[in-house]
């Protein structure tokens, strides 16, 4: 175990001799320039901290005259030093897109991470360091529409967790107040001035910049309905003026100041901003940026937005605020968006499922109470189960469901702690109840992907089609460019027969970044079936693209139906053989889909039944309600309409609730008082 001491860090075979300015390693002294060691000095001096490159470059260099390279050379040497594998990294470990952190070897949780992890956690973590990442393809369509978190089906963590932390949860709600997760909001919007920035450049000839980001700020915080901006006339009025920040505060009535400086040195632009309370001056976020000075307008933008959503967070009025269960940590929410990136964008291959796991992780050791954080990490560590399998996914999975346990202690009330109760009771029957708890949730907040979309599959299962295109959309409005919204809507218009809508949004998501492996899929099926434009060589592209793009079409029986896209006949012949041979054909939802627009209905149905029985749940009458979706997803052969699908319906307790709530599924139906039927 690491035993840190004021003057030197010992561990395993290494010493940092921080007054001594020395590394030992193997009991022998290695040598170390001086710019490498004071490097080493600020990583490992603050251990499980992540510093941004500026930060690093700052603290040793004071940044001038300094590029990027020098720090990717002088961390080449540290890693060389310290005996590190820079892809499989131990203690020195690169934050992509962010700077370095320095991390000790664990046998205990850091500071701000969940305790019970121990050994076993940091041994997982370990293993899936050091394994090779896969090749970079997709990890393909599990059964379709349901792929958040990797979904929902791996949710078998999820909701397994979420019937513990619903009765943890009635404890605590007995026994422990609950935490500001959910607070209500404050009665007024916190008020804010933007300062001019000062030039502190030589020449004092860059006034004009200074001006113009400082305004550029006030703009871009000036969009929140959530935050009250003193205008530009009156927060400039001071310019010039030596007065005091808390005179300035009084006098403008707010209670926060952003100021700041500017400072050009020929290329080399230095911007700093400074957010201070207005009445004691205390400093609560600041941050340099250092830029090349080739593109003022660009350089402007880009700093202007990133100073505004740092505000945005630090004041609490950020998209994921504390309300939403999200942060004020500046650090804890630019983690959180890329996670959250990663999924809107569909990429989940295990390197991004490895990368997301990290970044949860970074996350709720910043900041513990952050619950989407913790709520990111439960969600991280079933994905990386599902990649890793094995001895190592029973430790993954049991420390989400830690997680998911931590989540219903700290913040009962919560949004999210109540999402989990409400999939506990959907896993007990009470179907009901869990939708309506889940619209609950829907109704009390904004709709984001995070607040909808449990009670969007729950809905969708239920067959209420047009309501959850409607709703889709809704969301899709606010986030337009997310692949993720487009993908679902595509199933979702596919569902209701609205086949020229799932063309179009087709058509406009291929110009979204992230994969296109699902999206592509939904197409070729609706090709097969005769509902889209194109002919031959089209489902013949598509055909290629999937296999080249995921792992889940690489099968047999996939292979072999690219040689006879061509005839009917021998495609229906090559899913009769997968249906009887699951070694041969992958997933079955791909064979349900298939016949189905082959216009089988007997097939389909068959496949469908095949599907459902392996799945988790279906005969105890528990199943999530993600798998629900490939009720609805194959609408071309009349399956709807077979007599078996309606046992399959009854088995599932779909018809139930129906009959329970008078609410029949689109285009459902009773039949005199014991019947039912679908079309």
């Not at 927060?235 to 926060?256: C, H, Q, W």
Request: charged share 25%; glycine share 8%.
């Amino acid at each position: 175990m690491p035993q840190p001491a004021p003057d030197r860090l010992a561990f395993d075979d290494l010493v940092i001799d921080f007054a001594g300015r020395r590394l030992a390693r193997g009991g022998r002294e290695q040598a170390l320039e001086p710019k490498a060691f004071a490097v080493l000095a600020l990583l490992a001096g603050s251990p499980g901290r992540v510093f941004t490159r500026d930060e690093i470059l700052d603290a040793v260099w004071g940044h001038r005259h300094v590029t990027q390279s020098v720090l990717n050379r002088i961390m080449s040497l540290l890693r060389q030093t310290l005996g590190e594998d820079a892809l499989h990294p131990r203690l020195l470990h690169t934050v992509y897109g962010v700077g370095y952190r320095f991390d000790l070897p664990l046998s205990e949780p850091l500071p701000g991470a969940m305790a019970g992890t121990g050994d076993d956690a940091a041994g997982v973590e370990e293993a899936v360091a050091a394994m090779p990442a896969a090749p970079a393809v997709a990890a393909g369509p599990e059964p379709v529409r349901v792929r958040w978190p990797w979904l929902a089906a791996i949710a078998a963590v999820a909701l397994l967790a979420a019937a513990v932390a619903a009765w943890l949860s009635r404890q605590d709600e007995r026994a422990a107040p609950a935490a500001p997760a959910d607070a209500p909001a404050a009665a007024a919007p916190p008020a804010l001035a933007v300062l001019p920035f000062a030039d502190l450049s030589r020449a004092r000839d860059q006034e004009y910049l200074a001006d113009g980001l400082a305004e550029e700020i006030l703009n871009q915080l000036a969009q929140s309905q959530s935050l009250k901006v003193v205008g530009r006339t009156s927060s400039f009025s001071f310019k010039g003026r030596n007065e005091d920040l808390r005179s300035i505060g009084r006098k403008l009535g707010v209670a926060y100041l952003l100021e700041g400086s500017v400072r050009r040195d020929d290329d080399d632009l230095r911007v700093t901003a400074q957010l201070v309370r207005a009445d004691d001056g205390t400093h609560l976020w600041s941050k340099t940026y250092a830029r090349e000075a080739r593109d003022m307008f660009a350089v402007q933008e880009e700093v202007s937005r990133d100073v505004a959503q740092a505000l945005s967070v630090k004041l609490d009025v950020a998209t994921f605020n504390r309300e939403q269960g999200g942060t004020t940590n500046v650090e804890a929410y630019e983690r959180f968006l890329r996670w959250r990136s990663i999924v809107m964008r569909e990429l989940y291959d295990f390197a991004h499922d490895r990368e997301r796991l990290r970044l949860a992780r970074e996350m709720v050791a910043l900041d513990p109470q952050c619950v989407l954080c913790w709520d990111a990490l439960a969600v991280s560590l079933g994905a990386m189960a599902y990649e890793v399998g094995g001895s190592q996914a029973e430790k993954l999975r049991a420390e989400a469901l830690q997680v998911r346990e931590r989540i219903a202690r700290i913040a009962p009330d919560s949004w999210v702690a109540r999402r989990d109760r409400s999939n506990a009771l959907w896993r007990e029957g009470r179907r009901a109840e869990a939708i309506a708890l889940a619209k609950e949730i829907v109704d009390s907040g904004p709709l984001t992907k995070e607040r909808v979309w449990d009670y969007s599959y729950m809905i969708f299962a239920m067959g209420h089609l047009d309501e959850i295109v409607a709703l889709v959309e809704q969301v899709r409005a606010v986030e337009p460019m997310a692949l993720f919204l487009s993908r679902d809507l595509q199933y979702d218009y596919t569902a209701t027969r609205r086949y020229e809508d799932a063309e179009a949004e087709y058509r406009r998501g291929q110009g979204l970044e992230g994969s296109q492996v699902e999206p592509d899929y939904v197409a070729f099926i609706r090709q097969l079936a005769g509902k889209r434009p194109g002919g031959p060589q089209e489902l013949r592209e598509l055909h290629r693209r999937l296999l080249q793009q995921s792992r889940a079409f690489d099968t047999p029986f996939f292979h072999d139906l690219g040689a006879v896209l061509d005839s009917r006949e021998a495609m229906l012949g090559l899913v009769r053989k997968a249906v009887a041979d699951q070694a041969y054909g992958g997933p079955p939802y791909v064979l349900v889909n298939i016949a189905d627009a082959l216009d089988d209905a007997d097939l389909a149905v068959t496949a469908l039944r095949e599907h459902f029985e392996t799945r988790d749940g279906f005969k105890e009458g528990n199943m999530t309600q993600y798998p629900y979706a490939d009720f609805w997803i194959s609408p071309y052969s009349g399956l709807r309409g077979h007599p078996d699908f309606k046992k399959l319906l009854v088995e599932a307790g779909v018809a139930d609730y129906w009959r329970q709530t008078g609410r029949w599924g689109d285009g459902c139906g009773p039949v005199g008082a014991d019947d039912f039927q679908c079309r």
